[in-house]
């Protein structure tokens, strides 16, 4: 079993930062892969941003490249979301994913508030 908990989200105006963060507890070295996925009202979940937990490897969606910065500690267990030049767009609740490999289901959060407004 894994536990992730999120913190960091909430009300920030356009252009603004935030870090999300996630820490994770349980059999935590079993999962190859973390991610970050969002939902926004009336959307699917969809994947923002995603490391690899052997050489570090990360994949961003085409939306975020360049504004985002996915990160980890590992002597925490944590895993990191910068998110810079915020955009009304990038409101929506945020959530962190264990997985074993690409594609399998994997652990979830409970997700965290992310509203960008003026």
């Known amino acids: 079993q894994v536990q992730l908990v999120e913190s960091g989200g909430g009300l920030v105006q356009p252009g603004g930062s935030l870090r999300l963060s996630c820490a994770a507890s349980?059999?935590?070295?079993?999962?190859?892969?973390m991610g970050w996925y969002r939902q926004a009202p009336g959307k699917e979940r969809e994947l923002v941003a995603r490391?690899?937990?052997?050489?570090?490897?990360?994949n961003y969606a085409d939306s975020v490249k360049g504004r985002f910065t996915i990160s980890r500690d590992s002597a925490k267990n944590t895993v990191y979301l910068q998110m810079n030049s915020l955009k009304p767009e990038d409101t929506a609740v945020y959530y962190c994913?264990?997985?074993?490999?690409?594609?399998?289901?994997?652990?979830w959060g409970q997700g965290t508030q992310v509203t960008v407004s003026s």
């Open positions: 490391i690899m937990r052997s050489g570090g490897i990360t």
């Open positions: 349980g059999s935590i070295f079993s999962q190859n892969v």
């Open positions: 994913n264990a997985a074993i490999q690409v594609g399998s289901r994997g652990y």
